[in-house]
């Protein structure tokens, strides 16, 4: 029953009645006696006992409270059993009874209601595929997903889920494939040995031939005749082979040079010889007969000192012993059966740091008093046996005002020459190592310090040339700090002829900034007075090249500048880009001349010389020269300077570009002509 089933319920319960009421029997209704004027209910007692009398405006009221029979109780709706039971109606609904469709709604909207109103009994018919919750839905295989979507079943598998070992076949007969109840997870195990493909057979052994049988599934794997893996599988049983597995897998069985397995297969031909084979070793032992020789190299006995042994008749024959004496008492004369004559130093120390010591040819071991001046005028110099010499500072002795770094004299500005010493100087530093020429051992002596200021990048030229003393110059970029190292870095003999041979000459390339000067000491015992010239080269020809005389350098003016001309030759025409070289020459009594020329050139040149500054007049200019150039080169220059009078100097020679010409490669040569 649906809504009608609820009405039924509603009007269920027990009804009265009396006899002779308007009311129809069991309907409870209310009837009058047509008597008004009540003014109580007690005016309206009817001496029913089936009736409840009141009044009621005025007139009386008699309601049915109970029932007499079963027809009393009539409510009339087919589907209920009317009963009058202890005086009053009970009216039960009979399960299942219907008198329409509407009233066999069992609110499930997966049936069809329908009601069969002769026999008024309902019926449900499912709906199939009919769903309202995924309960509902439920096949009872673990391997779907069941679930209800717009009122219909769906069953989805779930990925990889098995019941049984059937449901797990991965077409792969090298695997055992099984289902997990518990987890309902298909497990695949390998099968080995198993293969589907002779890939899968390789056993890394290159001396099978590796199968997979299609049928069992199972490898095979076939010796290959006559090969190998190692040395160990090509053992032949020959003690006199090397038995050995090459890289192509085949074996080698070389013989062993000098095995043996019988004593016939020692024979050497050699009759100063007994062969035998030494059974242990499988080695031929050739025992040679005392004295016996066929030829003079089987008699050496590897000792040049006794002579060289010789062959005669069969028998060997000593040599003339060798005269190791050299004559020099300087050397310990030793023979050594290899090498022969050797002949070590004498060592001439004597252990006493007080003397030189040295050795004579022909007198031996020589120790020369040390010369322990250090030419310091403060110190008192002494020798100690163990200790060497000993410079004992003079109490109240001053010393030189720029004997230290930290006072050295300023020198910044143009070109100067300075007078000074270095006696009376201590030694604060010393020359870097392979700076001194004459002796690199020697670590300098006594030295002063001058500071010079550099505002724009330039080469720099020190000597000490006319100076008393030999020196060693070189510059610092701090006090206590390193050695320059560009340019010539460091200078002490110049090379020049005496007698400034022993006198400095240093170039350096400077960028801006403050460097120090030291004027050293050759030695301690060397000071003295000194004479310093200081030469700028200026910011304008700080790209000139540093030449020797004579030298030839290749160039290619195109890497030049362009901020020079010529002045003698091809002059008021300009000029293109050039290079710069730059030369020093030593003091020289009269006059001289130096030749700069591009012979064999192609590139169009100019080449002059200027002196002390590449910005001064022309010395020496050449533009084209065929005659001293030849005409396979009628463009190159060929320049030499006009008499020079100068004790030393300082000179520029430049190669430039011809105005109207490419500018290119080219060699210079300077030399003195």
């Not at 087919?78 to 039960?92: E, I």
């Not at 192509?248 to 084979?277: F, R």
Request: overall charge negative; hydrophobic content about 25%.
């Amino acid at each position: 029953m649906k809504l009608r089933g609820a009405w039924l319920v509603a009007v269920l319960g027990f009804w009265g009645c009396a006899s002779g009421e308007s009311a129809g029997p069991g309907d409870g209704a209310l009837g009058t006696d047509g008597r008004p004027g009540c003014t109580s209910s007690a005016d309206c007692n009817d001496n029913d006992s089936c009736t409840n009398d009141i009044c009621q405006n005025g007139m009386c009221m008699h309601t049915n409270s109970c029932c007499r029979s079963n027809a009393d109780c009539d409510d009339h709706i087919a589907c209920t059993d009317d009963v009058c039971q202890g005086g009053g109606c009970k009216n039960t609904l009979r399960p299942g009874c219907c008198t329409g469709d509407p009233d066999c709604n069992d609110q499930n909207a997966c049936t069809q209601d329908h009601c069969d109103e002769i026999a008024q009994t309902c019926s449900h018919t499912m709906i199939a595929g009919c769903c309202t919750s995924d309960m509902q839905c439920d096949d009872g295989a673990v391997c779907t997903q069941d679930s209800c979507v717009g009122m219909m079943c769906r069953h989805t598998p779930v990925a990889g889920c098995c019941s049984s070992d059937a449901d797990c076949n991965d077409g792969d007969p090298c695997t055992s494939d099984t289902c997990n109840t518990s987890a309902h997870m298909c497990m695949h195990a390998a099968i080995t040995p198993c293969c589907t493909a002779d890939s899968m057979c390789d056993d890394g052994n290159q001396c099978t031939t590796d199968a997979c049988n299609l049928g069992t599934h199972q490898c095979t794997h076939t010796p290959v005749g006559g090969c190998c893996n190692a040395d160990s599988d090509c053992n032949d049983g020959n003690a006199c082979t090397s038995d050995t597995c090459n890289v192509a897998h085949q074996c080698v069985h070389n013989p062993i040079a000098g095995c043996c397995n019988l004593a016939s297969e020692c024979d050497d031909g050699n009759s100063c010889t007994t062969d035998s084979c030494n059974s242990a070793t499988h080695m031929c032992v050739h025992t040679g007969v005392p004295n016996c020789c066929t030829a003079s190299a089987q008699c050496d006995d590897h000792n040049i000192c006794n002579g060289v042994e010789t062959c005669a008749s069969g028998t060997c024959q000593m040599g003339a012993p060798l005269n190791c004496n050299d004559g020099n008492a300087c050397t310990t004369d030793l023979c050594d059966p290899t090498a022969g004559c050797q002949h070590p130093a004498v060592n001439c120390d004597d252990g006493n740091a007080c003397t030189t010591d040295s050795c004579s040819p022909a007198q031996g071991c020589q120790h020369a008093p040390v010369n322990c001046d250090d030419g310091d005028i403060c110190t008192t110099d002494g020798c100690n046996f163990t200790a060497g010499c000993t410079h004992a500072a003079i109490p109240n002795c001053a010393p030189r005002p720029n004997d230290l770094c930290a006072n050295a004299i300023d020198v910044s500005g143009g070109n100067m020459t300075i007078s000074g010493s270095t006696l009376g100087a201590h030694d604060e530093v010393n020359p870097p190592a392979g700076c001194v020429a004459s002796n690199p051992a020697a670590n300098g002596g006594p030295d002063v310090f001058y500071k010079i200021t550099i505002p724009q990048t330039e080469w720099l030229l020190l000597d000490t040339f006319g100076s008393a003393i030999n020196t060693v110059v070189y510059m610092l970029d701090a006090c206590g700090g390193n050695v320059l190292l560009s340019g010539s870095a460091c200078g002490d003999d110049s090379g020049c002829n005496p007698p400034d041979a022993q006198t400095s000459f240093l170039a350096v390339h400077l960028t801006p900034g403050t460097y120090f000067i030291v004027v050293d000491s050759f030695g301690p015992g060397g000071a003295g007075a000194f004479t310093l010239h200081i030469t700028h080269g200026g910011p304008s020809c700080e790209s000139a090249q540093f030449v020797g005389v004579p030298s030839s350098t290749a160039g290619n003016t195109s890497t030049g500048t362009n901020l020079l001309a010529p002045m003698q030759c091809a002059s008021g025409i300009g000029s293109g880009p050039e290079n710069i070289y730059m030369f020093f020459l030593c003091p020289f009594a009269g006059t001289f001349q130096v030749e700069g020329k591009t012979c064999g050139t192609q590139t169009d040149t100019v080449v002059y010389m200027r002196r002390d500054s590449c910005l001064g007049g022309d010395v020496g200019c050449n533009d084209d020269n065929v005659i001293s150039c030849g005409i396979f080169s009628p463009t190159a220059s060929d320049a030499t300077s006009s008499a020079v009078s100068r004790s030393s100097g300082l000179f520029y020679v430049i190669v430039d570009t011809y105005p109207t010409a490419t500018p290119g490669p080219y060699t210079l040569q300077v030399s003195f002509p």
